[in-house]
């Protein structure tokens, strides 16, 4: 990337946060004059706010952090949070940028500005910790890592592979990078015949470095279950349940995989591990109602196949609505 | 480092476990369709395309299409084998989109009626059989619901359908009024079977969804702000009619009575089987994005519903796709009836393999017939068995209902090849590639129909595309084994002898086949029912079960191979 765009990149954010933050000031500073001489403590903030909004943020924010210790104004404390923010971050502080927008969240929880401003901060301070990484260590694995999430997430496939593989080249053992080669083969839009090979082999010797990776051990056992290999899929199934006890769909995996092999019996455990982990998975209880039908439980699996109907019928989580109102595209 | 710097936010906030996890399901070691063909001489490909100057069929379907995209638009049409003048030749029926609240084309679509000419051609005999329509035609089903010898045919249309009666020297009458069959609504797929075992033939008629020009949805826009198809999902599921034949020409609607019109649905296929080989005709009903229905018969004219019970209604996961077109049929020669649906893209079909117990196993995964149409939209399609080998093969029409599908989604095309599963008694293999070159066009196919119009005993195939000419396909390969091409005609039993059972042995070759009603999308078919033996050189005997209430079974033997007979029910001798 060229220098002038770097920069930009740098500061655009700053800018950006600063514009917004500076529309919210303006809104309010005729609220803030009316109340400035109620009390003294809300002057100091008043003048803390006022010091922001001329751009004198090193001497403004002192002051307005003792808006986040005493109790006031409420729009005094909110217009001291939102130039808070914006003076941490324009002075490049980050820990008082997050706790005034701490303070915002816990003074005003569920205000749409306050979780807009809280989305920018956030986002800004990420971009300035990858940016941190992208100049101290440009080579280091973290940073060929992030980047190559980064470039999967842009649809560049082919670089984010490459990236991946420099990671590897570094550090042959280092944890999940395999597991995250063999992600990005399978989302691939357009894969080669060979890719469902190539992916697990990737998963296969991610698990060969870490054995505790449940992640590799449940999309080879949706590999396994996709090409008919029951028997494979049910272990690596069991193995990703055991490894994360909070998985449910591994326990749905190797419900599905069960009843696959008439095995229904077997499946009622898993898939009702499955339900209460994802109690609003349509597919959890869709299973275990055709598990316990035909395991002979008529009665229970009517009462999970009510639930799976409810669900999907009311266009629950996981099931687009038949009532929607909004039209969309076919596909 | 482009990415790191620009991206890595969203990376962090978007990229979780769980998407990727939810997400690879659906994207797995698709290795798509070759579209090359290998380069064989014509003769020697299994079909080849019989072009409309040689077969003189120059009708071509007409969508209507408009900006307003009206969803009609995009779902017909159907098309039929049929012997409308009972020379022992297959004639040909074409369904057209035509006048309508939202459509009033000038000059007027009709559909079409070719005559069989016995030479490879045929003569379009519309007019003088006046059989036109001229509404907003979806499907046609194919039926001699008053015995009278002749095919009757009954056309289902957007707005009210049609039932013509075969006069029997070459026209038809329009007796919908007298009939009681209008069926006002969206009607999609028709099948005639007799449910409640009276000898007669009922109908079955599928309604799709609640519509009229002011309830169409706009959708999109897409490229250049063009406006797509919505949806079904978007409309109100509407129930199906059954039809009560009364034996005099008319017919009561029985849907409440017999429990079908409980069950809204959104229905495109149907198709009557046997699922439980309880000699009652079960109806199994394919839904677009609600649950798949398969009415069981109970029996004295009730139906029960139980797909979901039956693993039929829903994907693996539990999601209701968007099923068009079905069919029925042995596959496994296990002597049970198994089920198979066409969805859209992205969900797979389904072949459902009967477990004798009124409940299916999905086989798309092991058999690859899920992950050679996860991409694909089917219509379309039938078991039947295309090489004479006797084993049952199937056959996919396909195409996309979204002209604007490819700017959604780029694996995903508008119109989609035909394709060939070629049962070899132990697996299905995707023959797509070698069958020839009308397997790598890309067509908007809906109906298809099978039949064979050259009487060789190699079964033919016809499949109607959306806005655009048909396709006739000559079958090259099954005369190269040998075979034996049966007529049922009812006596007792429903003169369509729908629901009858075929069992035939041939040296080490048994083989099971049932008649069954409707199958595929908005299509009929030969009702003919070709015997394959491969090149066995005989076959040692031949048994017909007939339905109720004949129910009798005959036995025949010293049968002939390579030639058609017809077997009349209680004659106890073929002709």
Redesign the interface.
Known sequence: ?APAS?FM?KYLPTALISTLLFGLLCKASGQVAKRASISEPSSSVQQGITLAKGGHCKEALPLLKKATLRAGDKDLKRQAGFAGIRCAMTENQPDAAIEFVRFLNREFPHDPEVLYISVHTY?DL??RA??E??MRA?NSYQ?HK?????????G?WD??AK?YKLVLEQNPRLPGIHFLLG?LL??K???A?S??EEAKREFQQELEIDPSNA?AE??LG??A????ELPDAIAHFSRATKLDAGFG?AFLGLG?ALI?TKKFSEAISPLETAVKLEPQN??A???L??AL??AGRKQE?ERE?AV??QM?QKGGPG????Q?TQ????? | ???????????????S??S??????G??????LSRFVRALPDAVYPFNEISPAVSGITWVHTAGKSPERYLPETTGAGCAFLDYDNDGWMDIYLVNSGKCDFLNPNPPLRNALYRNSRDGTFTDVTETARVGAGGFGQGVAVGDYDGDGFPDLYLTQYGRSILYHNNGDGTFTDVTEKAGLAAPGWASSAVWFDYDNDGRLDLFVCQFVEFSKSLN????P?EEGKH???????YQ?MPSWLFHNNGDGTFTDVSKASGIGKYPGKAWGAVATDVNNDGLLDLFVGND???NFLFKNVGQGRFEEIA??A?VA?S?????RSGMGVDSADFNEDGWMDLFVAN???EMFSIYQNNHDE?F?DLA??TGI??ATRLMSGWGLKFFDYDNDGNLDLFLANG???D??ES?????KYQEPLMLFRNTGKSFQNVSAESGPAFAKPLSARGMAIGDFDNDGAVDVLVSVNDGAPMLLRNNVGSQNHWLGIRLVGKKSNPDAIGARINYQAGDLKRSRMKVGGGSYLSSHDPRIVLGIGKRPKIDWLEIKWPQPGGAVERFTELPVNRYITIVEGKGKWG
Do not use: W
Not at chain 1, 319 to 322: C, I, K, L, T, V
Not at chain 2, 217 to 220: D, F, P, R, V, Y
């Open positions: 990337m770097f990149f986002s990420s971009t990858s940016q990484l992208a440009p940073a992030l980047n190559a999430e980064s470039l999967e997430l842009q560049k670089a984010a990236e992600r399978l989302s839009p357009d894969p015949p890719a469902a992640g449940y999309v949706e590999l279950r996709q090409q008919n769909d599905a696959s349509p597919g209880h869709y299973n109602a055709i039908s035909r699996a196949f799976h109907r999907t099931q687009e609505s038949q929607a039209p969309e595209n076919p596909n | 480092m482009d990415g790191l710097i620009s991206q890595q936010s969203r990376s962090l906030l978007s990229f476990r769980r990727f996890l939810r997400g690879i399901a994207s797995l070691a698709f290795s798509g949805k706009s959708c999109g897409g797509g198809y919505c949806i079904p999902r978007l599921p994005t609600v649950p979901t019970q693993g829903y693996a996961d539990g999601r209701a859209i893209d992205r409940t196993d995964g092991p899920g992950a996309n209902p979204d604007l599908i959604l989604h780029n694996q995903v």
